[in-house]
């Protein structure tokens, strides 16, 4: 009996021992916040050919209202803007490994994306709708029917994964990384349509006179917000704090029209 009693002690010290280092560990690991401050730089997740919203300009810098929300951030948190260049499915990726410090990149918060990476509160609130050429047939979503015999273009990863199938179901998706390879697809007839939001649409539309048109129908609802690595409430609260104060301040409604050249639509959700 005194054996098993010393055998429970031992366990039991071994255990107290155990997070008491687990905890000191994590008491040692700067926060996201801390490491960014720290560093003095602020490492930014951008899309290269998503205009107005961001695009790499031939001297090799980033342009666009998400690239101006950045820069406003880092001075906001009194560092310098890094930015770094990914694709769609790196929207996610960079942050759950920790290559950035925030996505700013047209980025939907839903729920399954929440499951692994944080948002702040949306900055912007648009709606999901198919863009395709001027001669097309269809004025509305809907006139495509079930989508049997139709080619999409979506982005790998991104919004239109659900939305077009769920609309569409018997479409053929073709899944790109970037918006120009939809767009060149598009334009070159392999795809029928390309799944983009109203406010990349509309600027491709005024971009390209005379061949493209946006059909009736939305979609899905989608919340642009800027995403986080999940777990560091410190760096959740100023950044929300920050969304907050961009939006009640009208300096995002300045700074959207500069780049989209209307007014921006309300954003808070009316249910």
């Given amino acids: 009996m005194s054996s098993r009693r010393t055998m429970l002690r031992c366990l039991l010290a071994c255990t107290a021992a155990?997070?008491?280092?687990?905890?000191?560990a994590r008491a040692q690991t700067p926060s996201v916040l801390q490491q960014i401050i720290s560093r003095g730089t602020l490492r930014i997740a951008v899309l290269p050919s998503l205009p107005p919203y961001s695009k790499v300009t031939p001297s090799g810098d980033p342009e666009g209202y998400d690239i101006d929300i950045a820069k406003r951030l880092a001075d906001a948190l009194k560092v310098k803007p890094e930015f770094v260049v990914t694709d769609i499915?790196?929207?996610?990726?960079?942050?759950?490994?920790?290559?950035?410090?925030v996505t700013i990149a047209d980025f939907t918060r839903n729920v399954e994306r929440s499951m692994t990476i944080a948002f702040t509160d949306p900055y912007l609130v648009t709606t999901m709708r198919m863009l395709v050429l001027d001669g097309n047939k269809a004025r509305a979503i809907t006139d495509m029917g079930t989508g049997e015999g139709i080619k999409i273009a979506i982005s790998r990863g991104g919004t239109a994964e659900r939305a077009v199938p769920a609309a569409l179901p018997k479409a053929t998706i073709t899944r790109f990384n970037t918006q120009a390879d939809e767009m060149s697809a598009l334009l070159s007839g392999q795809v029928d349509g390309m799944a983009e939001d109203d406010f990349y649409n509309t600027q491709a539309?005024?971009?390209?006179?005379?061949?493209?048109?946006?059909?009736?129908?939305?979609?899905?609802?989608?919340?642009?917000?800027?995403?986080?690595?999940?777990?560091?409430?410190?760096?959740?609260?100023?950044?929300?704090?920050f969304v907050e104060?961009?939006?009640?301040?009208?300096?995002?409604?300045?700074?959207?029209?500069k780049w989209f050249g209307f007014d921006q639509p309300a954003i808070t959700a009316h249910f």
Wanted: proline residues 4%; hydrophobic residues 40%; glycine residues 10%.
């Fill in 89 to 101: 499915p790196g929207r996610v990726t960079s942050l759950q490994t920790h290559k950035v410090d």
């Fill in 245 to 257: 104060q961009f939006n009640a301040s009208g300096d995002n409604a300045t700074m959207f029209k």
């Fill in 18 to 24: 155990l997070a008491i280092t687990a905890g000191s």
């Fill in 205 to 241: 539309i005024k971009d390209r006179p005379g061949k493209l048109r946006q059909l009736d129908g939305s979609l899905a609802r989608a919340e642009i917000a800027i995403g986080m690595p999940a777990g560091d409430a410190d760096l959740h609260r100023v950044l929300n704090l």
